[in-house]
Each structure stands twice: as structure tokens, then as C-alpha cells.
């Protein structure tokens, strides 16, 4: 068998291309457009590439992005004072503070301090309650990517087993809560998991979140299972001095097995930052306190 690819890259333009639909039918509801705040603490290159990246999505989307680009010494109450503006701002639906922040911030107390209405990273302990407890909130974007692919490729998940392997709060914990949320029976494993190989023979769906370069092999697969690989390792490349992107999975044994299976790049990579789009346009859509159409997105 060889798996089928789910083409992340696709489905993220059709999304996109559905939230800038949404985000004109905003703007003339509205009389103003939706709008992403994006902070930025000191220069770390990858997180300014990303930050760039959401800020150009967001505009091409037909929304108004607002990027705060600070020192990498910014005093921790700097930072909570410019996040009380933003909240304050009625200009700004989603606020979104790129990580990791500079060692002397306190991560935690910064996305403690943003309201949960326009938190749409869904960091924020109260997002995660309800996430939780099943209610109407933000969730973090790359585990809602996934479970878009998972839905877009099977369907009605209820009763298929679940394997999560990786429990961060980014993206293994709120994977898991989604799947127990579309009722699949669901295992997460982690470092400290036994015989993680039997673990993941279980599953029908295998979200790997473990940031270690393929190292979810085929034969650890059920053949017919769906794969979705959330890794982006670096490795040395073929030539000298080039490097390469891999996944948490060994795609080539892994795609021999299961009947579908995200590539690294082009599978869950695309899905977060049209997820982030999405989120923040729900929240313009709540914050102005208009109806978004039903199932829109
Ligand atoms: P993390 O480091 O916070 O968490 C990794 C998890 O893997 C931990 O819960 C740990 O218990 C588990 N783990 C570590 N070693 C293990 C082992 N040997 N066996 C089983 N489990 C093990 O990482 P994260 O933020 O959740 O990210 C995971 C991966 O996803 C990384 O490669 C990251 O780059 C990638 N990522 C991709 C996107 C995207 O947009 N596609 C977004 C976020 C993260």
C-alpha cells in the first residue's frame, strides 16, 4: 500500500480563501476591518520569519494586521502594559505574542494577562478550560489544523482509537481533548511511555508532537491508519552544508503502511498560521457581537 498524501498546503489556501470571504463580509458588516496583533520580543531569526509570515497572511487575508516589534530587553511591565492596550483596543480582535519570550519574561503571566476573547493562540488557562469542559473558545491553532485534516479525510471520527504521542500544552494536550471531543478512544504517550511501538500499533489515527526526527517508524504503523506528522526537524542535508526538514515520522516506511499521511513540509505546517487567520476572525466576529454565519469555518 501506499499512503495517500493529505496536501496541507492546499486545503490551507481553499481555508484561507474562505476566511477572506468571511473577513470582507466582516468588514462590511462591521464598517471596519478584523484585526491581528502580532508582539514580538527581541530577535530571535525564526520567530522573526514567522512573525513576518503571519503579518503578510493576515493582510492578504483582508484584515488588519498590527505588528509590535520590541528590544529584546523590554522590561516584563512593558510588555504586560503594551498587552493591556491591546486588550483595550476595540481596533484589535486577536492578539497573538510570538514565543519563546526573552528568558527575563515570565511566559506564563503574559498570556495571563491577555483576554481570553481575543487570546487566539488559545494559550490562555481560561481557553483551555473550556476546551476542556467542551465550551466555545479559542484552540490552539496546529492541533485545530489537524483535526481539520483528520475531518476533511475521514470523516465522522467517533470510536476510532487515538494515539497522541507528545503532551505539550501547544499542541499533544489540546490534540487529545479535540479527538475525546469527536469521541475517539484516545492514548497519549510521552517520553516516559513504555513500549511506545505497541502503543502506536493501536491506533487508527497517529498525531506524532515529539520534535525528534523521524522517529516513528513503519512497522510501529497499523496498516490503514491515518498519520499526522506535527515535526519540523532540521537535519543535514544531502550536500554539504544544506539542510533538510523531517517530521516525527520516517515518511517513506510510515507511507508504505498507513492509508494517509501528512508530508513535512506541505502537511500540518500550512494548516497553523490559516488556523491563526480563522481564529482571529471568530473573534471579530464575537468581539463586534454579529452572528458569523453558521459552519462557516
Ligand atoms: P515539546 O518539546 O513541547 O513537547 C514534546 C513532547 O514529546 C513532550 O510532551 C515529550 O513528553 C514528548 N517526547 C519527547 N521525547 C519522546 C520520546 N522519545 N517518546 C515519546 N514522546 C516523547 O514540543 P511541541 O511544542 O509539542 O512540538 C512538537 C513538534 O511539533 C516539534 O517538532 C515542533 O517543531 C513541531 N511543531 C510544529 C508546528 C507546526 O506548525 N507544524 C507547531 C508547533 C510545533
Redesign the pocket.
Known sequence: MTAAVIDGKAFAATLRARIADLAAAFELQAGRKAGLAVVLVGEDPASQVYVRSKGKSTIEAGMASFEHKLPADTAEADLLALVDRLNADPAVDGILVQLPLPRHIDEQKVIAAINPDKDVDGFHVTNAGRLAVGQPGFVP??PL?CLMLLKDRLGDLSGLDAVV????????KPMAQLLIGESCTVTV?????RN?ADVVRRADIVV?????PE?VKGDWIKPGATVID????RVPGAAEGKTRLV??VDYASAAAVASAITP?PG???P???AVLLRNALVAAWRNAGLELPADAI
Not at 504517550?189 to 511511555?193: L, P
Not at 506524532?208 to 525528534?212: M, S
Open positions: 491553532c496546529t489544523g504521542i507528545g503532551r505539550s500544552n501547544i499542541v499533544g504517550a510521552h517520553s516516559r511511555t511506545l506524532a508532537a515529539v520534535g525528534r522517529m506535527v515535526g519540523i526537524n517530521g516525527d513535512v502537511g500540518v505546517g494548516m497553523t498560521i
